[in-house]
Structures are given as structure tokens and as C-alpha cells.
T-cell receptor, first 111, second 115 residues
Framework: DQQVKQNSPSLSVQEGRISILNCDYT??????FLWYKKYPAEGPTFLIS?????DKNEDGRFTVFLNKSAKHLSLHIVPSQPGDSAVYFC??????????FGTGTRLQVFP | DSGVTQTPKHLITATGQRVTLRCSPR?????VYWYQQSLDQGLQFLIH???????AKGNILERFSAQQFPDLHSELNLSSLELGDSALYFC??????????????FGQGTRLTVV
């Protein structure tokens, strides 16, 4: 049972444009959502998070939106840069201390 | 550098064997999480330890076990290995029991290949 889903395995965006990565979840008890970025041969690194009581959190070029009624969150990167090319994982925290990850979306930013 | 150290970086072993993966968390972090990533799949949560005690279990096989020692390092033991156990195994640490707003920091992973 995949509680956190990233239905787009890949996304290609031109440099300077907006990248939108999507994530859906099924468990309404998740209380925190996080986005991680992963480069090849490295561990995931934290990017941005949002509490379930908020609907938006912004950090520089990165903004995460949460739509609780739709059980959907998205990560916006604007403007996209070639260095943003990586695999992006969304994750959700349960009330039993688990951090559950999606399958990831590979973002490619081309010049 | 996240401050989380995993050893070894690579491991090749035969089916039926047993291996131990080691994780040293960031200084002061009490929580250690283990994850498995197979091929290009997502990170599957295996197990969480906090200050030496098991806190949560995910889809961890009975052939797998883990522990966290008094010095807070953790080991993941994989036994009776099968070809399907080939994967990247990540360890993450966090200062609090609940990762939440204080994110978990990941090591670089151990790539296990079972032949």
C-alpha cells in the first residue's frame, strides 16, 4: 500500500521556467510533509517542509503547497536552474514516527 | 557532508550469506532510521531507533534486524540474503524522536549487491 505517491517518474523543464512536482497521499493522519532532493551516488538532502496546518511554505526559489482536501502537495521551483536536476522525493510523517517516502520524480532542467 | 557516516559504501556478497551495515549518526542525534531503495524505486522505510530503543517498524523482513548501541551508532543485519535484497540501504539521523520540522539527515548509503 503506497501511502505517498509521485505519479510522474520524470519531468523535463527549460531553464528559467517553473518546475512543478506533484505528490498525492492517502493517509489523512499525516502531520508533516517534506521534500528531499537526491543527486546520484549521494543520500537525499532535505529541501523544504510544510506542516499539515498550513497550505503554503516558501523558501527562496522553492515553494510547497498543500491541499488537504485533495490530499495533494506540490513543489514549485522558480526559476528552474540546471543544478536543480535531480530526483525529488516527497515524504510524509506519521503519528508513529515513520517518515514515508514517495517513489521520486526525476527532474531534468535543460538550457 | 551530512555528518551521517555509513560503512561500507559498497558490498558484494553471495546468496545465503549474512552482512552487517553500519551507521554513525550525526553527533548528538538520538534517532536513527534505515531505508531501502531498490533500483529506481522510492525509499522504503525499514526501522526507526531512538536512543537505543526500537520506535517504529516498516516493511522490514524477518531476515533483517537492527539495533542501536549505547554510543548511538546503529547496525542493520541482513541474513539469508537473496538476489532481491540487492539495493541501496540508507541510514538517516535526526535530533528528535519525531523528524517533523527538523529534517532527517541521510548518509551516502551502502550499495549491496547479492550475486
Amino acid at each position: 500500500d503506497q501511502q505517498v505517491k509521485q505519479n510522474s517518474p520524470s519531468l523535463s523543464v527549460q531553464e528559467g521556467r517553473i518546475s512543478i512536482l506533484n505528490c498525492d497521499y492517502t493517509n489523512s493522519m499525516f502531520d508533516y510533509f517534506l521534500w528531499y532532493k537526491k543527486y546520484p551516488a549521494e543520500g537525499p538532502t532535505f529541501l523544504i517542509s510544510i506542516s499539515s496546518i498550513k497550505d503554503k511554505n516558501e523558501d527562496g526559489r522553492f515553494t510547497v503547497f498543500l491541499n488537504k482536501s485533495a490530499k495533494h502537495l506540490s513543489l514549485h521551483i522558480v526559476p528552474s536552474q540546471p543544478g536543480d536536476s535531480a530526483v525529488y522525493f516527497c515524504a510524509a510523517r506519521t503519528n508513529t514516527d515513520k517518515l514515508i517516502f514517495g517513489t521520486g520524480t526525476r527532474l531534468q532542467v535543460f538550457p | 557532508d551530512s555528518g551521517v557516516t555509513q560503512t561500507p559504501k559498497h558490498l558484494i556478497t553471495a546468496t545465503g550469506q549474512r552482512v552487517t551495515l553500519r551507521c554513525s549518526p550525526r553527533s548528538g542525534d538520538l534517532s536513527v532510521y534505515w531505508y531501502q531503495q531498490s533500483l529506481d524505486q522510492g525509499l522504503q522505510f525499514l526501522i526507526h531507533y531512538y536512543n537505543g530503543e526500537e520506535r517504529a517498524k516498516g516493511n522490514i523482513l524477518e531476515r533483517f534486524s537492527a539495533q542501536q548501541f549505547p554510543d548511538l551508532h546503529s547496525e542493520l543485519n541482513l541474513s539469508s540474503l537473496e538476489l532481491g535484497d540487492s539495493a541501496l540501504y540508507f541510514c538517516a539521523s535526526s535530533p528528535r524522536m519525531i523528524p517533523g520540522s527538523t529534517e532527517a539527515f541521510f548518509g551516502q548509503g551502502t550499495r549491496l549487491t547479492v550475486v
